[in-house]
């Protein structure tokens, strides 16, 4: 039998905008180097340190 882990997935909306993870939810014992993330071109992106899933969301829109 395997476990899996679904990784958290953060709702933004277009005032959220620039994304950046650790976002200020989080705990701060799971913090990292803050990073931003390019959710515009796609409507989402994967923090390449804790794997944190931000997708566009509420009408915001990719590339605008």
């Known amino acids: 039998m395997s476990a899996t882990r679904e990784m958290p997935v953060v709702e933004l ?8 993870c650790p ?11 803050k990073v931003f993330l390019d959710v515009t071109s796609t409507g989402q992106a994967k923090c390449p340190y804790c794997g944190t899933v931000y997708q566009l969301t509420g009408g915001a829109r990719a590339g605008h």
């Open 13 to 20: 909306e277009a005032k959220d905008l620039p994304a950046f």
């Open 23 to 33: 976002n200020p939810s989080m705990p701060v014992w799971c913090h990292h180097p």
